[in-house]
């Protein structure tokens, strides 16, 4: 009989610019994790962070013992997960497999990510160019823009999609975002606003393109038997698919219509639970820039191929459609402190299926819901699926 | 029924200074295991990569989406681990957990670094200080020695431990790199070569403390029905046990008189395997500095407190001793890439209970071995069992 895994305790900090050191932050969002699923520090026994820059921003690796030491954990396993953006969810992977392998009951996922450490965002930008493959893009400058807005002039040119369907995804988050207090910008753009920023890389515009974010957000992992003595609406952990294309560099990925590595992890992870895209009530997606939630759409099963602009522009993706999308303001306006967001989008999937979210973002009923994450230049691709029994 | 783990493919380069790229370093280890197994990169259906300091070294960071394009990777759950020296034990449980949770099949644990890119050990030592804490001890020039030599300081004084027995064990262990054609150094040393070798941190001479090398270490898990196919000496994974104590500077050490930490970890570990250090045949441990190796065979209980530099003294570490230990010549001196390290100590337990050691490392008809690992201040230990079946 194979074990149940449930995720019980959430928490996160406000996401956005912050004085406070990694530590605090991760205090912040641990406490209430704890309280949460009514738990203690002693009542961890196994700890997984996540956490992307701290060698480069902050100076310093091996964080996993020293946040064990602040946190007072005393654990039967624990390491830190990288693999840049989408570390959050394979460190939640992580977690979910030492609870399902028996290797310890109680499980902190922890992210962490203060990235606001240089005069300017700039400056930022730069150091972030070592996640970039060194020898040929980071020494040109490589950055996340540089990555992303090929996939969008590609699909504009393969399949007609517009700027302004690009600018709704903003215009639709940004709505949403002004809801919810931890999110880094909680002002409402419009269309028209988008396509009047200023361009950053053509065609995404500066509000195409999410924040530098601080923050932390952690949620505990459990066996469905402790869960019962920690919630009243456990969230069970229905599937995980993870999927990689060989492409690091901008000039070796295959095809830019569409996000192939999601393809393959959205395949992998619904055989895995068990169940199709129709079954999906709410999703948070990795809409890094706006480009990117349209693809997913896609690429997870919502819409055919190319179908993704006019998708967004019927509001399919906007609360009352097909799948709500993004309801906490997704990465463009909650924000993405990088090891952070998967945890946090699983947190937020949990709010979701708990019907806790704040009118105007909860999805009437939803039941079943999933997080999406990527990593690299799109390449590096994870869905976990949770459920409310 | 629950998943049995095996390891079944084993690979590693050469250890020392190195001209290759950690691409290069990790390609030979991996075709290694990979011809071991009898498997082709698409049989590999999990990855869990282990190296520390690729993002200050490298300058780079999301190693893992890189490295599985390189060797040809098309994996169902990928990640980085990273907890200082103690990564490559964190990553080989990862792997273990992924195919216990039966989320993957075959798992490639793959451990590279290289760490000779800078043009003195001065400077690479300055550059490792960025794993030690930052806002106290990296700042005064913190290293290793300053975290190991209070351990020495603390055995001599209160038991009577002699700078002999401490130079007996790096003695011992260059004895048997003597035979390891892979090692760093493979240059027998004598007692009094390591007493009148030039001091580091007193106590500690230049021989008593390990080298800095580049290297990769690769291992493939299973389960135990694939693992028939496989090799036909399977090696299961028969307990695991991690410990921490809340330590990441010296002067929060409570007592320097014993690895504590490690303690922990083996009595998880032996209840994890239902065994007990009487039933241990052979261990590969962290012998970073010659001190290390004497408080880990206290704390893995093969002597009493305060009885390791009698042990060392009587041989009982040695071949036709009570527990032969790293017969591969140890850190001492088969040399420590961070991240690989505890994947290489693994493999070479694999290779004692499989009879393959060479001659004169070789200990007759072992059956279960032991690899512990350490990170930090000694303060966050693993400890694996294996088992031949």
């Known amino acids: 009989m194979s074990i149940e895994v449930v995720m019980t305790g959430t928490g996160s900090t406000k996401y956005g610019p912050s004085e406070r050191s990694p530590a605090d932050l991760a205090q912040l969002a641990v406490k209430d994790a704890l309280e949460e699923a009514d738990l203690r520090p002693g009542d961890i026994d196994g700890f997984v962070l996540s956490t992307q820059n701290s060698d480069i921003l902050q100076k310093q690796g091996n964080p996993v013992l020293r946040f064990a030491e602040f946190l007072g ?182 095809d830019h219509s569409e ?16 169940i199709g895209p129709e079954d999906v009530d709410v999703v948070e997606t990795h809409d890094c820039f706006t480009i990117a939630e349209l693809l ?22 906007d609360l009352g459609g097909e799948v709500p999308t993004n309801t906490s303001g997704g990465l463009l306006c909650r924000g993405h402190p990088i090891g952070a967001t998967g945890i946090c989008q699983a947190t937020l999937i949990a709010e979701q299926l708990r019907n806790e979210a704040p009118k105007g973002r909860q999805v009437d009923g939803a039941e079943l819901g999933i997080n999406q994450n990527l990593g690299g230049p799109a390449t590096n691709q994870a869905v976990f699926i949770w459920e409310r029994r």
Chains 1, 2 share one sequence.
């Open 296 to 317: 997913e759409m896609e690429a997870l099963g919502f819409v055919e191929k190319g179908g993704g602009g006019k998708f967004i522009e019927e509001g399919q993706s």
């Open 259 to 274: 996000f192939t590595a999601l393809k393959k992890a959205a395949r992998r992870a619904y055989e895995d639970a068990g």
């Open 73 to 254: 954990l005393d654990v039967k396993f624990g390491t830190r997960t990288e693999a840049a953006c989408v570390a959050g969810t394979t460190a939640l992977k992580t977690g979910h497999m030492a609870v399902e392998s028996k290797t310890v009951e109680n499980c902190l996922v922890l992210g962490v990510e203060k990235c606001n450490e240089l005069p300017s965002n700039t400056e930022v930008v730069s150091a972030f160019a070592f996640i970039n493959e060194r020898d040929f893009e980071a020494q040109l400058g490589a950055n996340a823009m540089w990555h992303f807005a090929p996939y969008a002039v590609r699909h504009m040119h393969e399949f007609g999609t517009t700027e302004e369907q690009l600018a709704e995804v903003r215009a639709k988050n940004s709505r949403f975002s002004t809801k919810n207090p931890k999110a880094h910008f909680q002002k409402e753009v419009t269309v028209d606003d988008v396509l009047e920023s200023p361009i950053v890389c053509k065609p995404l515009k500066l509000f195409d393109c999410c924040p530098i974010s601080d923050g932390a957000s952690a949620a505990i992992l459990t066996t469905g038997e402790n869960a019962k003595e920690q919630v009243d609406v456990p969230i069970y952990a229905k599937g995980y698919g993870q999927g990689m294309i060989p492409a690091d560099v901008v000039s070796s990925i295959p």
